[in-house]
């Protein structure tokens, strides 16, 4: 009998091609969302990648008792805590919705793993937990967590601050803090991908939407940062990456017998700037992309990417597709939801 993972945020951007690779290493995932922020459609693509309907149910994931059934309706092995919102501008905008649902929904999902102390617990946590890396380019586990720039970014921070708080007061808790860099890319079948919600906040979906014609630019937020060109750079990881390490962190702590609070980056261990990002876009597609030099966009880091040497001796994982995978998956997803051949 397959071991049911339940997978918060399930028909989100990383959530989805999470649910994905747990059903190749033969979970059962189970997809808990309540659609604020994704589109069930996603369901139905799921479907044609992994050949059956995933088990979906929903759930805000602030409702303690309705996750509390949902554990014992489904005998839960496992739990992969995606559901949050994202979007660091927005959250500079409107801190209060990110603090009431990133921090309320982690606690209630705490609670209930208490009361199921067996049940292994990943949290999508963040780079942005290392703020600006005070002139440190690659950052390790080790490396001091800053003062985030934006409640978005001290959501994750606290996140990680409770989880250990409770690991303390119950250390047979199985727990695992992943720190994702800058996720790209989608599914090579391109039926699931990254759908931004109104405006894209991040570099590459702004680029392929640009490419499709529905921006008439890029604007590259600021050029005399002192990089390699001038443009801040980022550790971008391929989502299917991505989510093949929570599947290594789920097997992981299954495999443990003793309780733990570990804290992974992961990313690819290689930074990339904006205009390198670009150009990679042009060439893999083919194209020349229309943009432009703008002022610096407050809170944007310099320069951040990851030590991934602990992911690869923990969980034996490390990332195996470039950026050059990412703009083309990208660049075919973005084709695939807008008809363009
Ligand atoms: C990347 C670079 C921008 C848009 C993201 C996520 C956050 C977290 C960390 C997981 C920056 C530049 C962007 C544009 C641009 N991930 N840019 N023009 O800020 O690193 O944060 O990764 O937790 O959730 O938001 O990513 O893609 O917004 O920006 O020049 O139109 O691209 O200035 O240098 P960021 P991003």
Known sequence: MS???????????????????????????????????????VLKRIT???????THVVCDVCDQNR??????????????????????GESVEN????????IAGLVSV?????????????FSSSCTVYGEPMGLKEVDENTAKSIPTSPYGYTKWLGEQIIGDLFISNNRLRMMSLRYFNPIGAHQSALIGELPVGKPNNLLPFITQTAAGIHEKLVIFGKDYPTVDGTCVRDYIHVVDLAEAHVKAIDHL??????????????TGK??????????FEEENNMKLNYTFGPKRSGDVIEIYANVDY???????????DINDGVRDAWKWEKSIRNIQ
């Open 3 to 41: 071991k049911k993972v339940l997978v918060t945020g399930g028909a989100g951007y990383i959530g989805s091609h999470t649910v994905v690779e747990l059903v190749k290493s033969g979970y059962d995932p189970v997809i808990l969302d309540d659609y604020r922020n994704s589109d069930p459609s």
């Open 48 to 54: 044609q990648i992994i050949g059956y309907e995933p």
């Open 67 to 88: 996750l509390e059934e949902i554990f014992k309706t489904y005998s839960i092995s496992g739990v992969i805590h995606f559901a949050a919102y994202k979007a660091v």
């Open 95 to 102: 801190p209060l919705k990110y603090y009431s649902n990133n």
């Open 110 to 122: 705490l609670n209930v793993l208490k009361q199921n102390p067996k049940v292994p617990f990943v």
């Open 254 to 267: 299954l495999s443990l017998k003793n309780g733990c609070h570990e804290v992974v980056n992961v990313g």
């Open 271 to 280: 930074g990339t700037s904006v205009l390198e990002l670009v150009h990679a």
């Open 311 to 321: 992911a690869h001796s923990l969980l034996g994982w490390k990332a195996t597709r």
